[in-house]
């Protein structure tokens, strides 16, 4: 039985705080914001029709349900994500730092939040949503608006910029540079 041994390839240190939150927000707000809101309001606009149309041919049970649809819609695009958004403020005020060591390997990396080693997790690269790279990060979206920041100076094992080929390699479709 031939057990291969999977050494790490590349190996990053990064320490997340609310400030560098608060960057990435404003990053992903400025990057994909407006695509964002620009379908939340035409969804909306549609699902007012919809209401208004069956207001005038007297379907009320299908008007109240539409508006139920209407307000839970714009609680999961809305509502949430600021509620997460505090959410996340607030663990940032209660520990004024948290340190993620990435370790990349052929197939995936794994993420392990240093202060609770439990708290880790495994990713597949073709998982990744999209890689957006900017002159001190790379964003690794696990999904439309979850990602894992990388510091390019956080290398302890491998280059920034060998790492950034290996990653335009791993995501050929989905990789951008700002």
Not at 50 to 74: D, M, P, Q, R
Not at 137 to 142: A, E, G, H, K, S
Not at 155 to 165: C, H, P, Q, S, T
């Amino acid at each position: 039985m031939n057990l291969v041994k999977k050494e790490p390839i590349f190996k990053n240190k990064t320490t997340y705080n609310s400030k560098l939150y608060n960057k990435f927000i404003q990053f992903h707000n400025n990057k994909f914001g407006n695509k964002y809101m620009f379908f939340t309001i035409l969804v909306c606009l549609f699902f007012i029709y919809c209401i208004i149309a069956n207001l005038i041919v007297k379907n009320i049970l299908i008007s109240l349900l539409l508006l139920l649809v209407t307000v839970l819609f714009l609680y999961i695009r809305i509502y949430k994500p600021i509620s997460d958004y505090k959410k996340t403020c607030k663990t940032f005020s209660k520990s004024e730092e948290m340190n993620f060591t990435f370790i990349f390997y052929k197939y995936y990396f794994k993420i392990i939040d240093n202060e609770n080693v439990k708290n880790s997790a495994k990713i597949y690269y073709i998982k990744l949503r999209r890689v957006i790279v900017d002159k001190n990060f790379f964003y690794l979206y696990i999904n439309d608006d979850t990602a894992a920041l990388v510091s390019k100076t956080g290398f302890v094992l491998g280059r920034e910029k060998d790492f950034n080929d290996f990653i335009r390699k791993k995501c050929f479709l989905k990789y951008s540079k700002m």
